[in-house]
């Protein structure tokens, strides 16, 4: 009986060969060389074989490309625009996702991960004093890609619970992040939640009726910022005094 074992070996021309030893009869070695079968590419692929690879992210990630592209919008992610992005087929989307509800639902929480990213990049700038940072954080509200997603995330939260939680916890933590600044200035608690409340406000308006208004730059912030504290400073304390001792 012969016997058999196989080897992979490299070739000059780049082309891979497969080597069987056979073990014949009167112990003579004999070499077989078979070409072996390059793998094939995405295209040539199955369409099943290349579904499963992917994953909820990967629509994300296309979602939100088609939604900051040119001619994207909310209203240019499609499931069927994701799926000719994608290359595959309608049954890939459903199999990570029941509907485009639940994709948005995957966007918002992705955002709500970005915009804390962003936010503990700022913190981790120590070296920066308190109004740069608190510039920084005002200026990540003003790029065209940002208010884009913005508007779209808020847009379905009007008719989805689910996001709706998600926006009102990315408010409430983009809040905390710039309260937590403006309190550095020497604010009284009262003082610091009045300013955090003007900027969150001014910039969740920003985000809804930019187009309509004049664009707002980074130096037009840096402008405003230190008028902001200033006048929020100069301002009686809003906290209540705190109540006289009983004490002698």
């Not at 891979?16 to 030893?21: D, I, K, M, N, P």
């Not at 913005?150 to 933590?173: F, G, L, Q, Y």
């Not at 009284?188 to 939640?193: E, I």
Request: charged share 25%.
């Amino acid at each position: 009986m012969n016997h058999t074992t196989g080897m992979v070996l490299p070739t000059l021309l780049g082309a891979t060969l497969e080597c069987r030893v056979v073990a014949g009869r009167r112990g003579v070695l004999v070499h077989e060389h078979r070409p072996r079968q390059p793998e094939r590419t995405a295209q040539q692929m199955p369409e099943s074989r290349r579904s499963s690879r992917l994953h909820a992210t990967d629509w994300v990630d296309a979602a939100f490309a088609l939604l900051t592209a040119k001619d994207g919008g909310e209203h240019g992610v499609t499931i069927a625009r994701l799926c000719t992005t994608l290359e595959v087929t309608k049954g890939s989307f459903y199999w990570h996702f029941r509907d485009l509800d639940a994709l948005w639902e995957a966007m918002a929480v992705r955002w709500q991960e970005e915009n804390r990213r962003r936010v503990t990049d700022v913190d981790e700038l120590s070296e920066m004093p308190s109004d740069g940072r608190l510039i920084a954080l005002s200026t990540m509200l003003i790029g065209k890609d940002h208010l884009t997603v913005e508007r779209a995330i808020r847009s379905r939260a009007r008719s989805n619970a689910n996001i709706a939680d998600t926006v009102r916890n990315i408010d409430a933590e983009i809040f905390q992040a710039v309260e937590a600044i403006v309190r550095q200035f020497g604010m009284d608690p009262g003082q610091a939640r009045l300013l955090s409340g003007v900027l969150v406000y001014a910039g969740i308006g920003y985000i809804h009726g930019h187009e309509g208004l004049p664009t707002i730059s980074r130096d037009d912030i840096q402008r405003a910022i230190p008028g902001l504290l200033s006048l929020t400073l100069a301002q009686p304390s809003t906290d209540p005094e705190p109540p006289a001792s009983d004490s002698p």
